[in-house]
């Protein structure tokens, strides 16, 4: 996988199964960080990993500016993980619908599969 393609998928994993997997430890819930982390394949431990490591304050994260790419993919997997549909969040992050369903959606899908 490309690092800009890392980096989209690392910013849907922050939005979507980092979330999960931090509240799966505050509640002490061993059964769901083990159905988290099994759920995942390689590159998107390594995308977990890569957030993780981005919000550990002792080691400054690589110096860089999140892409537009990044971005949008940060307000899609928001978008609809808060329940908005396919059209609402490609409106909202300014691409036609027919480009969301093949170039976001799937990465959506996946990153909030675990």
Do not use: W
Not at 63 to 79: G, I, N, S
Request: aromatic share 4%; no cysteine.
């Amino acid at each position: 996988m490309a690092t800009p393609d890392l980096d989209v998928l690392a910013a849907a994993t922050a939005v979507t199964t980092a979330p999960a997997l931090v509240t799966a430890v505050h509640n002490d819930d061993a059964h769901m960080v083990e159905k988290i982390l099994t759920g995942l394949d390689r590159q998107r431990l390594y995308a977990l990993a890569v957030v993780l490591a981005a919000q550990n304050p002792k080691v400054p994260p690589r110096p860089r500016e999140q892409t537009l790419a990044e971005r949008r993919m940060e307000d899609y997997a928001f978008m609809r993980s808060t329940g908005a549909s396919i059209p609402e969040a490609a409106a909202r992050i300014g691409v036609s619908e027919l480009h969301a369903e093949k170039h976001y959606e799937p990465l959506y899908l996946e990153g909030s599969a675990a």
